[in-house]
């Protein structure tokens, strides 16, 4: 009769054989290294079997990163695109200073010493009408400013204050159609006088006969008459010259020299006063002509004694 179930080796005996095979197998693959084309061949096999467990691993890791890197990436942008916007605003504002001071350097550069004293005013306003150039000043009476007063900027003449204000005054610039100046060639001293256009760029010399001594390239200065503008500063240059068949005068153009329509600072000039001598009447004439006489008298008897001096001491 046969027994359902077959007995074999007890536990004890089965585990006592593992162990002194696993120490023996890896004393072998310690002194002589022979296990190792079964280790890789094992490790090929049970690869898929590890990748497979840790890939829903990797994912949660890999999300994680992803999510987070991107994240961070946006932050990052966003505080560079905030100090790059800081930095163009610095570098404007330095740029902008940076021209002013320029700006500033040639109005002060510009300046003949015959001028007394000088005021820098910002435009604050420019007139829409195309058929009148008025420009607003942030300088009025509180600074002395007084109608008539030149403008200048650091090229040449820009026109004259026409009405103040407390704090502002209104100026007129030379190509206004009612605006005239007087001015004289710099080349042949040659004046004229001349007269606003309406246009930015242009101003008009009229009543000039067609033999005029005046070509195109010729610098125009300030003549001085009339004492509102000082003289010697530079007003316009010279750009057409013609002389019509049958005509008297000469059709003559010059452009402003001075920026009429890019000029944001302009200054103002006062000019040298002369001192005023004080009037001579008759009766200073008679007195002077009488203390003259007696002068006179008393020079021709200190003549006279000295020559009787010398004539006794020719004798002795």
Known sequence: MQTLFIRGPSATVRMAVLVI???????VDHRWHSLEIVRSALSSVIYPLQYSIDLPIRLFYWADEALSSQQTLLEKNREFQARHLENRVQLQKLDIIEKENDRLRKLLSAIPKTTERLLISEIINVDVDPYRQLILLNKGSSNDVHPGQPIIDALGIMGQVIHVGPLSSTAMLITDASHAIPVQVNRTG????????????????????????????????????????????PVAIISKVERPAGESFALIEAKPHAQLDKSREVLLVWRNKAEQAEPVTKADDIADGQNADADSDKEQSVTKEKRSDQRRGNRE
Do not use: C, E, Y
Request: no cysteine; hydrophobic share 40%; glycine share 12%.
């Open 21 to 27: 095979a696993s120490i023996t197998l890896m004393t």
């Open 190 to 233: 040659l004046r004229a006088i001349a007269s606003g256009s309406g246009k930015i760029d242009q101003l008009n010399l009229r009543h000039l006969p067609q033999s005029v001594d005046i070509k195109v390239g010729d610098l125009l200065i300030t003549s001085g008459l009339g004492g509102t503008f000082p003289p010697n500063f």
